[in-house]
Structure formats: C-alpha cells, structure tokens
C-alpha cells in the first residue's frame, strides 16, 4: 500500500509517500521560518497562507521524484491535529479533496502519533510496548505505548513544552527563532559550572514536568548581569548550558523514572527537542546503566514533517480507519 501523508499543523510543509513494502518512495518539506523569524514567532494567518501557496507543488514533486502517478497512491494521510486551526485545515482540506478525486481512502492523524511512530522508521526501530518520551514546542509528554493507538498517559509538563521553554530561553538572549538549535548551538561553547539551575519537579515523586519556573529562573539570571544587552558572548553561552543541562536533566530523571515504574526496556524520544546532542547523549549514558534502549528518529524526523505523517497513516489505514467525507480538524485533540 502507498499512502501520500501530508503534515501542515504549524510552520512546516511537508510531504512524503511511503510503501508499506518499500518504505519512504520521497519527500519534501518546505520550512516557513524565514517568513515568521522577523516576527519572532509563528504568526498563524501568514502559516495557513503559506501552506496553500506550498502544498500541491510539493506533492506533485514528491509523486514525479518517486516516479509515481496518482493511480498508484492507495490512500491519502493528513495531520488532522493538533496545531493552528487555520493550516491544519489546508493539509486537511486538500489531502481530503484529493482522495475523494483519487477514489482512495482518506485518514486523519494525530500529529503527536506521528512523532511517536518516527523512531519506526528507522531499519532497526522499536517493537511496541515502548515507553515514549514526546517533547516539541507544543508538548511534553511520558507514554506508555503498548500498542499502535494504546497510548496510556504518565505524565506531562503542567506548563510550558520543553521545546518552547528553548525557544523562549533564546528570545529572552535575542539569539531568535526557533530558538532549540541555537541555544544547543551556543552551550556548546558554554563554560560548565558557573551557573547552576534548578531541576523542577524532581524532588517529589511523579512523572509530570515543569519548565516555566526555569525559563523565569534564566529571565532572572540575565537581569542579574544587566540585562540581555549587557550580555557577553561568553555570558551567552554559559547560560545557554546552565539552562540546557537544566531542562535535560530533569527530562533524563524524569524518564528514568518512567522505566522504574513500568519496568519497560524499550524508551522510544521523539519531536523536536530530541535533536538534542546533549539530551542523546545523557539520555544514553542512563539508559544503557539499566539495560534500557533508547530509540530516536534519524535527525531529519525528529522536528515536524510528511514521512512520519504518512507512515502513522499507512498503519492507521491498514487497522481500516477512513476519514469522513467533511474536511474537520481538531486544533487541540489528547492523544
Ligand atoms: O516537533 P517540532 O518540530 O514541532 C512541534 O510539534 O512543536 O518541535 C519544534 C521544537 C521547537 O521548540 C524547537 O526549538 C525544538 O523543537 N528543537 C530543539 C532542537 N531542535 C528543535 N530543542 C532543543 N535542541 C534542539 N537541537
Ligand atoms: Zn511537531
């Protein structure tokens, strides 16, 4: 089967065809972050537009790269939600239409399902049961995932995504949008040990996470030296590791946690925040001491895109889900 997935919950456009015999046939993907860094987030109405101008030229490049005409697409996969009402409903709006021209079925899926199956991509990818740590700039979430739609929540922050508390770290520091890269980038060249932040949550039981309190603890840093103009490069850079180590630590106490309490060997970590070098590798140095595996999408799947849209749809539409014939999205949906 021969599912065109297409993702457009936020500021990317993508699209990909994916085999269930053959695996990813193509794929493309159009960011809009040059469009909203000057605006130093994303501003939905520019998004929607953006994804209409992006959307059918990209599928008709993936279809003529892979080499394959609409005859032979068995079923269209789009992100129904959750994301921005308004570009959710342009991926939801055209994959619909097409189908319906194409004759084949139509399925929605959840963008968040589309993160978690990522790692599955991979040759070597997980089996379900799985423990899954989610975290993107909308989410932060602990799953037990027993099975392909049996996700049973353990916890998830109680207030800001890990993913934005990065990007809004980087706006306070004025270093701009997305800001997950380039605080990564910049504690690269931080000095260890000079300031020390605080791991919230951690010191009571439980698996749901905070990370608004260290975004005001770095604000409060910055207006300790003077504010973020009087910032050095240096000053940077040491903050950006103090609030990285930070926000990793508690992500790796937190699923290390999750693997106590479900006895789990598998942790699968994917969205955006799970390009993370520094996540990776103290992520892996805990797991491997308590024989736990750890699973990641390859670096091109962890932030937002088609493949693992269209991939969470071939097995959505192998389990025989179909989508209605109304074009509806659901800008907040649980997963
Ligand atoms: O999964 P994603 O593309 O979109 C959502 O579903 O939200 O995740 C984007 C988030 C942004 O907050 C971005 O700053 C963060 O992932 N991110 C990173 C890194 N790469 C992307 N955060 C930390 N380190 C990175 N290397
Ligand atoms: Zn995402």
Not at 32 to 55: C, K, N, T
Not at 108 to 116: A, C, F, K, S
Not at 125 to 134: D, E, I, R, W
Not at 264 to 285: I, T
Request: aromatic share 6%; net charge negative; proline share 6%.
């Amino acid at each position: 089967m021969r599912v065109l997935g297409i993702e457009s919950s936020c500021d990317e456009t993508g699209v990909a065809l994916y085999d269930t015999e053959r695996g990813l046939l193509g794929q493309a993907l159009f960011s809009q972050i040059d469009m909203h860094a000057a605006y130093g987030g994303v501003v939905p109405e520019l998004a929607s537009r953006d994804h209409v101008r992006r959307l059918l030229p990209l599928i008709r490049q993936v279809l003529s790269e892979a080499g394959c005409g609409p005859e032979q697409v068995d079923g269209v996969a789009f992100t129904a939600g959750p994301g921005l009402a308004g570009a959710l409903l342009v991926g939801a709006g055209v994959g619909r239409a097409l189908a319906y021209g194409w004759g084949v079925p139509a399925v929605p899926v959840h963008h968040m399902e589309g993160h978690l199956l990522a790692p599955l991509l991979e040759d070597d990818g997980p089996a379900f049961p799985f423990v899954a740590l989610l975290v993107s700039g909308g989410h932060s979430l602990l799953l037990d995932a027993r099975a392909l739609g049996d996700y049973r929540p353990l916890g998830e922050s109680v207030d800001d995504a890990a993913g934005e508390a990065f990007d809004k770290v980087a706006k306070m520091m004025g270093l701009g949008y997305p800001g997950g890269p380039r605080v990564a980038a910049l504690a690269e060249k931080g000095l260890p040990g000079r300031f020390r932040f605080p791991r919230p949550m951690t010191d009571r039981p439980g698996l749901d996470m905070s990370f608004s309190g260290l975004k005001t603890f770095t604000l409060n840093t910055i207006n300790d030296l003077g504010g973020a103009e009087a910032l050095s490069d240096q000053d940077r850079a040491d903050i950006a590791l103090a609030f990285q180590d930070a926000a990793v630590d508690t992500l790796v106490i937190k699923c290390r946690r999750a693997m106590e309490k479900t006895g789990g060997e598998r942790l699968v970590v994917a969205g955006g925040v799970s390009a993370n070098r520094a996540l990776r590798e103290k992520l892996d140095a805990a797991m491997a001491k308590r024989g736990v595996r750890v699973f990641y999408p390859g670096l091109a799947y962890c932030t937002d895109n088609g493949a693992m849209i269209a991939y969470a749809g071939a097995l959505r539409l192998a389990a025989g889900e179909r989508s209605g014939l109304p074009i509806a999205v659901r800008p907040r949906w649980p997963l």
